[in-house]
Nanobody, 129 residues
Framework: QVELVQSGGGLVQSGGSLRLSCAAS????????IGWFRQAPGKDREFVVT???????????VYADSVKGRFTISKGNAKNTVDLQMNSLTPEDTAVYYC???????????????????WGQGTQVTVSS
């Protein structure tokens, strides 16, 4: 069992940057696949990025095309944390962002929310035009 607690987010102007963090408690991230998703009002939850923690150096993160080159996932400075750095934000990035962890650490990149077992509480990101 792992509990995910998110921090960061907020309001930023178009072109700005924000950083989200996700901290795991209960167990370490060591044997999980980590993902970030987002959900805009009236839309389905959307895949943002996924990476397998234990193979971080060998397995490149997989990003959604919509965020590739603008968003970067990384291990946080604190133990068992994952950060999502978001640059060049646009109003289309406005959503509630969720971090997630999956027990599955093999096979193709996990792009579906249904493949994740644990979820953070969500954090609002609002980008004004």
């Amino acid at each position: 069992q792992v509990e995910l607690v998110q921090s960061g987010g907020g309001l930023v102007q178009s072109g700005g940057s924000l950083r989200l963090s996700c901290a795991a408690s209960g167990r370490t991230f060591g044997n999980y696949t980590i993902g970030w998703f987002r959900q805009a009002p009236g839309k389905d939850r959307e895949f943002v990025v996924t990476v397998m923690w234990y193979g971080w150096n060998g397995d490149m993160p997989v990003y959604a095309d919509s965020v590739k080159g603008r968003f970067t996932i990384s291990k946080g400075n604190a133990k068992n944390t994952v950060d999502l750095q978001m640059n060049s934000l646009t109003p289309e990035d406005t959503a509630v962002y969720y971090c997630a962890a999956s027990l599955r650490t093999w096979g193709p990149p996990l792009r579906s929310q249904y493949e994740y077992d644990y979820w953070g509480q969500g954090t609002q990101v609002t980008v004004s035009s």
